[in-house]
């Protein structure tokens, strides 16, 4: 079991900067993707930012640029800092945690809600 703690959320204005931190515990994996999803009212989840035990990033073309994930192994926390939010970036955002194993495994964090509003 991987409990997620999810922290950081809340009310920013438009342009404005926000950090997303989500602490891991419980069983540790040597393979893993984690990430970022986000849900907004009336939409589907969507894959936000993702990072591998590798290294290796992924970030969807509406926050590239803006938004950027990073690890610190030591703390078992993965962040999201949220640079020149907008609007659109209104939504409830979720910690995943998947493990590269036989079978995968996943987990996910409480949510946290981000509203970016003036």
């Known amino acids: 079991q991987v409990q997620l703690v999810e922290s950081g959320g809340g009310l920013v204005q438009p342009g404005g900067s926000l950090r997303l931190s989500c602490a891991a515990s419980?069983?540790?994996?040597?393979?893993?993707?984690m990430g970022w999803y986000r849900q907004a009212p009336g939409k589907q989840r969507e894959l936000v930012t993702a990072i591998t035990s590798g290294g290796s990033t992924y970030y969807a073309d509406s926050v590239k640029g803006r938004f950027t994930i990073s690890r610190d192994n030591a703390k078992n926390t993965v962040y999201l800092q949220m640079n020149s939010v907008k609007p659109e970036d209104t939504a409830v955002y979720y910690c995943?945690?998947?493990?590269?194993?036989?079978?995968?495994?996943?987990?996910w964090g409480q949510g946290t809600q981000v509203t970016v509003s003036s």
């Open positions: 419980g069983s540790i994996f040597r393979v893993y993707v």
């Open positions: 995943n945690f998947r493990s590269v194993s036989v079978p995968p495994l996943e987990y």
